[in-house]
Structures are given as structure tokens and as C-alpha cells.
């Protein structure tokens, strides 16, 4: 990569955020003193608005980079990461999202609450958020300090610290300043050129093919060395039946785990009806399964185009697939199409990050003050505003993930990713399906369900080859690895499960049956609705 392209990228870059705080200024103009101001943006957003921003919220930087470079690694393995995300948002969709919108308020602890004893619910619900989002912004904060230092040219260790410093401290300013409003519209704005970009690389790699599908599958299998295996299933998980269980771990981690992500979920309560959420989900299936289906032409573009030895020998992981192969498509490295192309890719993922974490910020932050602040705030004490609460843990959190992202930002964050979405399936999925489906659910299983899953998942990671006992390891000097899994889907969310269900038959809690009857009606018609 020539230096050519880092003044552009620096320049658009710049531009972005010039734009985004712009519309934080202007939002916070506006009266952002209520609750419902901040945490779901008055619900004033029309169904096209909210569903390019759950597009914007959904398609993150993995998406666009990581899964790109997996396909050009992994031939027809890294295919199954598109499936697995898509198949995902299919099940939010489905089974979840409008339910979820129907009974709560503001976060996902707003719909187990309805129908239990809401303190210990809130307490346990609300803590498994805020992990979940953390871990989640954690590996965002690693990612942009590795990804954007690469993209403008500089490793060095003093680069990726100022790039976790500066998204850290932009992610504070567009939460505590805008709340839900702002973040919205940088969604949208993220979403456009996210998808922008995406369609412009697409055409690009199929009219270097002439449209023939093919022939670009055909090229890409036969520079990546494995011949038709490119295009077969085992290039990554054939191995040992350790490999396997752990793709099976990883899948049911990712297909469940999106279900139960509290930044996602929020997003349904930004519109004022569940006929507006039912048609922003319409418009967000078109762009995601649209940006989806776009990125396997990206993944074997770069494959057939750039090859995996030079993607490998960028980066290991694959990362900056896109971005050599814009650079390819635009030119060469030393051409100034070459430079604009890689620039604007540079741009767009650098957007891209800041969007996620600025709506997972906002998510752990509503969960602070809305679900924990609320319930352990000691009675005789003077209560503060619920938003000015949130704004506090805004700020709050922004200085853990930055502190935590300058820490970790030398190792491989791939297992924070894949641990946010086990602790979400394992600890946040059961207790939201078994509140909204299962009539004699109650706190004790409620708070069992919450811990059963949040617990083990963190233990068995902590018991995993990702932290000890390999040299990819986090702590590769020591050895405690018992768990031989990476990812402890697999174990952890049949755990949650049973913990709900065990708690539930072993209570002595009768359930309420008005109260569920209650959130039945308004989970499928809407009525009563907040």
C-alpha cells in the first residue's frame, strides 16, 4: 500500500464526523429531557427512516470486512458467516422484534419485568446487558484502533491507542448529546454509504468478470490453491470433530445471539406503532439480505482478483480483503482511482464503527439507568433524572471500553465478538422467549434463566484455548485451558434454558395468570402499547 490514499482518507474521515457531529449539535438543540426523548427518540421516526437505521445498526464492520475476508480465505467456509448473519436477522424478525416492541418500553428487561417481581428481574436482565454490550463495544473499540491505524498507513502502537481514544470519545459526545435521535440518523447516514460502497465495489468485480458469476467462482478457486475445495465445505471446520463441534458452537452463537443483542432490539421502539415496525422490518430485510448477498461477490472478487496470499499477507485474518481489492479495482496502488477507491472503503468502515458503537453505547447506557439505577436506588434517597443517569453511564462506559480497548489492542478480539453473541444467546434469549411464551414462567426462573447462561458463558471462555494453552492464546505462557471449545454456545445456552426451566418448576411463586394474559394480548395485537 502506497501513502497516497492517507491524506483522501484522512479528508473523508474528517468529513464524516464533521457531518455526524454536525446533526448531534443539531439534535441537541431539540428537548431531550424525557425518557422517551432519549431513549427511543420520541418515537417519531417513519418506518423507511427506522428500517435504514436498523440496516445501518445491523451491518457492522465485521460484516463488511471481516466476512469478506474470511470468503477470500475460506472459499465456501467463509460463506457460512453470511448465512449464519442472515439467517439471524431472520429469526429477530420472526420471533422476536415485534413482540419485543409491543411489550416493553425502552430495553429488553422492560418486557421480562411486565409479568414478575420487577426488582431482582431488572437487576439480573439489566446486568446481562450491560456484559454483553461491553464485550460488544470492547471488540469494536480493538477493531477500529487496529483496522483504521492499518487503513491510514500506521501500526504503530501510539497510532491504534489515539484511534480507541478518538472513536471512544466521538461514541460519548453522539450519546450523551443526541440520545437516540442522533444515533438514529448517524445510522442512516452509515447505512448509505455503507451500502453505497457496497454496490459500487460489486458492480465493479462483475464487470471485471463481464457479468459471468462463474467464471469469477471458477478464478477465485483456482488462485486460492485448493481448487475446487475452495468451493466445498471443510476448508476451515473439515478437521477434527473439535473443529466441528466448535463451528456448531459458533453457529447457534451467532443464528441465537442476535436475538438477544440489546442494541438491535432497541431499535423497535423508535416508531410509534407495531404496524410502523412491521413496515420498517420490511425495508430493513431488503437492504440487509441485499448488503449480504453483496458481500460473497466481494469475498470471492477479492479471492479471484487480489488472492488470498496477498490478503493473507496483509493481514492474517483477512481484514483488509476490501480494501486491497478496491484499491485493485480502482487502478493499482499507485493510481489515483486506486487511491480515491481505497480511500472511500477506508471511509466507509471507519463510519461504519462508529455507528455500532455510538448505538451500543446507548443500549448499555438505557440499561444502566433505566434497569439497574432504577432498582438498586435505596428509597430514602433523592432520585436523580432516569436521562441524566444515562448520560452519567454514557460516559461511564465510554471510558471502560476505552480503557479496555487500549489493554486489549494487541490481541486477537475475535473471541470478544464471538463471546458477546454466546452470553446474548445464553443468557438473554431463554428469558425472553420464556416471558413472552411460556404461561407459568416466573422471577425465580426468570433470574436462574439470566444467570444460568451469563455465568457459564464467561467461565468456559475463561476455560478456553482462546484464553490459555496455545500460542494464539490471549495468555499463551499459561496453561488452564479444560474447555476445548472457543466459542461456549454449544454448553451455555442449553444451560440457560434449563436454569429458566428449573427455577420456574421448583418455585413456589404462582404465576400471574391476569398479567400474562395481559402481555399476550399486547405482545400480538399492540394494544396498550407504549
Given amino acids: 500500500m502506497t501513502g497516497n490514499h492517507q491524506p483522501l482518507a484522512l479528508l473523508l474521515f474528517s468529513a464524516f464526523v464533521a457531518v455526524t457531529l454536525g446533526i448531534t449539535t443539531w439534535v441537541s438543540r431539540h428537548r431531550q429531557g424525557s425518557a422517551e426523548e432519549f431513549y427511543a427518540g420520541g418515537r417519531l421516526f417513519s418506518p423507511m427512516e427506522n428500517g435504514f437505521a436498523i440496516a ?169 490453491g485448493h481448487g475446487k475445495a475452495f468451493l466445498a465445505p471443510g476448508l476451515r471446520y473439515g478437521g477434527d470433530w473439535t473443529a466441528r463441534f466448535d463451528f456448531i458452537s459458533l453457529g447457534l452463537a451467532l443464528v441465537l445471539g442476535t436475538a438477544g443483542l440489546p442494541h438491535i432490539l432497541s431499535r423497535f421502539y423508535t416508531v410509534p406503532t407495531a404496524r410502523a415496525a412491521r413496515r420498517s422490518v420490511i425495508w430493513s430485510i431488503g437492504l440487509i439480505g441485499g448488503f449480504y448477498l453483496m458481500t460473497i461477490v466481494l469475498g470471492f472478487g477479492a479471492a479471484a482478483i487480489v488472492g488470498p496470499d496477498t490478503v493473507r499477507g496483509s493481514n492474517a485474518a483477512g481484514n483488509t480483503a476490501v480494501p486491497l481489492l478496491a484499491l485493485d479495482l480502482g487502478g493499482g496502488a499507485d493510481s489515483t482511482g486506486g487511491a480515491v477507491l481505497f480511500a472511500v472503503v477506508a471511509a466507509v468502515a471507519f463510519a461504519t464503527i462508529l455507528a455500532v458503537v455510538a448505538g451500543i453505547t446507548l443500549a448499555s447506557s438505557a440499561s444502566v439507568a433505566h434497569d439497574l439505577y432504577a432498582s438498586l436506588r435505596r428509597r430514602h434517597t433523592k432520585p436523580r433524572s432516569e436521562v441524566a443517569v444515562a ?75 482462546v484464553v490459555s494453552g496455545s500460542p494464539e492464546s490471549l495468555f499463551p505462557t499459561v496453561d488452564f485451558q479444560y474447555f476445548p471449545l472457543q466459542n461456549p454456545g454449544l454448553v451455555s445456552v442449553p444451560l440457560g434454558f434449563l436454569a429458566g426451566w428449573l427455577g420456574t418448576v421448583t418455585s413456589a411463586e404462582l404465576p400471574d395468570e391476569a398479567k400474562h394474559a395481559e402481555t399476550e394480548v399486547r405482545s400480538l395485537t399492540g394494544a396498550g402499547a407504549a
Fill in 56 to 224: 445501518g445498526d445491523y451491518m457492522s464492520a465485521a460484516s463488511f470486512l471481516g466476512i469478506s475476508g474470511l470468503i477470500a480465505l475460506f472459499g465456501y467456509d467463509g460463506l457460512l458467516y453470511s448465512v449464519g448473519f442472515l439467517v439471524a436477522w431472520l429469526l429477530v424478525l420472526f420471533l422476536v422484534a415485534e413482540l419485543v416492541r409491543n411489550c416493553g418500553r425502552f430495553t429488553l428487561a422492560d418486557v421480562v419485568a411486565a409479568r414478575m417481581s420487577e426488582r431482582p428481574v431488572r437487576i439480573a436482565a439489566g446486568t446481562s446487558s450491560v456484559t454483553v454490550s461491553v464485550l460488544y463495544l470492547v471488540a469494536q473499540m480493538v477493531g477500529a484502533g487496529s483496522l483504521v491505524a492499518l487503513l491510514l498507513g500506521g501500526t504503530s502502537e501510539a497510532a491504534q491507542s489515539w484511534t480507541v481514544v478518538v472513536v471512544g470519545a466521538l461514541m460519548v459526545i453522539y450519546v450523551s448529546l443526541g440520545g437516540m435521535r442522533a444515533t438514529t440518523w448517524i445510522q442512516i447516514v452509515k447505512a448509505v454509504l455503507l451500502l453505497g460502497g457496497t454496490v459500487t465495489l460489486t458492480v465493479l468485480v462483475l464487470v471485471r468478470f463481464h457479468g459471468d458469476f462463474d467464471q469469477l467462482l471458477l478464478t477465485a478457486a483456482e488462485r486460492s
Fill in 391 to 465: 448520560r452519567a453511564a454514557a460516559v461511564g462506559i465510554g471510558a471502560v471500553a476505552i480503557a479496555l480497548g487500549l489493554l486489549a489492542r494487541d490481541l486477537n478480539v475475535a473471541f470478544l465478538v464471538g463471546l458477546a453473541f454466546a452470553v446474548a444467546a445464553s443468557a438473554n434469549l431463554p428469558v425472553l422467549l420464556y416471558s413472552l411464551f411460556w404461561r407459568g414462567f416466573t422471577t425465580r426462573g426468570a433470574v436462574w434463566s439470566v444467570y444460568g447462561g451469563l455465568i457459564p458463558a464467561l467461565l468456559l471462555v475463561v476455560l478456553s484455548p
